[in-house]
């Protein structure tokens, strides 16, 4: 996997500010789902269900399409979303003492019963903070040590696994998929002096819940992949 250089890299400011009240470790929702399909181009099935959950904002996410090559030489920004003009993210990472912010960016990220949330993604020298952006809740925090291994398909998807074996995985989606697994891969080596491990398959599980797994499958169809997410 190639490695590119993150250009930009927020310093966050240890002024002493108000501490903001959240939820750790959240498990949103525990009930298992059926499968889950996509649609191609032309907005036709391709032989999953079509999930009710996906908005037409969130449609650019979910991997319809095949990616140009011409998005392999994309540059990486780093900061999307401006962290230093969110007060609440700013607030989180002055509490936890984080440096630096290597990422951040709206992704969304699948429940134990399958639907989609919209949530900010960030990935700091020391942490994975992910927050609810329409509540301004922190959901979870993951430290990069306790990160053992990300998934993710052979194909030209947006979907990721982290998995977390002291506590139960995370499962998004981002059009940015590539950024994420190159920052937490170079976060990782930094904060822990270990390469975190990257496994390409076109199937793979993941504990939706400490207790509950999933199994994600994925096709190449016909104008682009088709993805399944399956109870065990």
């Known amino acids: 996997m190639q490695r ?34 996509h649609q191609n181009d032309d907005g036709e099935d391709n032989g999953g269900m079509r999930n009710s959950n996906v908005t037409e904002d969130q449609e650019p996410f979910m991997g319809v399409k095949v990616r140009r090559k011409a998005s392999f030489r994309r540059e990486y920004k780093g900061d999307y979303i401006d962290v230093r003009s969110n007060p609440y993210l700013m607030k989180i990472l002055q509490k936890q ?47 990069l040590a306790a990160v053992e291994r990300m998934c993710l398909s052979e194909l030209s998807d947006n979907f990721f696994a982290i998995i977390i074996p002291t506590e139960y995985d995370v499962f998004m989606a981002s059009t940015r998929k590539t950024e994420i697994v190159t920052v937490l891969v170079e976060a990782t080596k930094s904060a822990s002096n270990y390469e975190l491990e990257v496994c390409f398959s076109n199937s793979f599980e993941y504990n939706a819940t ?9 096709e190449e169809v016909e104008g682009g992949v088709k993805t399944r997410i399956l109870k065990k």
Request: aromatic letters at 8%; glycine letters at 4%; charged letters at 35%.
């Open 4 to 37: 590119l250089k993150v250009l930009k890299r927020v310093q966050v400011d240890e002024s002493p500010t108000e501490i903001p009240k959240y939820d750790v470790a959240e498990d949103e929702e525990g009930n298992p789902s059926e499968a889950l399909g």
């Open 97 to 143: 003492g984080d440096k630096e912010v290597l990422f951040a960016d709206k992704v969304l990220k699948f429940t134990a019963s399958g639907k989609m949330k919209r949530r900010i993604l960030m990935i700091t020298d020391f942490a994975i903070y992910i927050v609810d952006p329409e509540a301004d809740a922190l959901k979870r925090r993951i430290a």
């Open 210 to 218: 400490a207790e509950f797994v999933k199994e994600v499958q994925f």
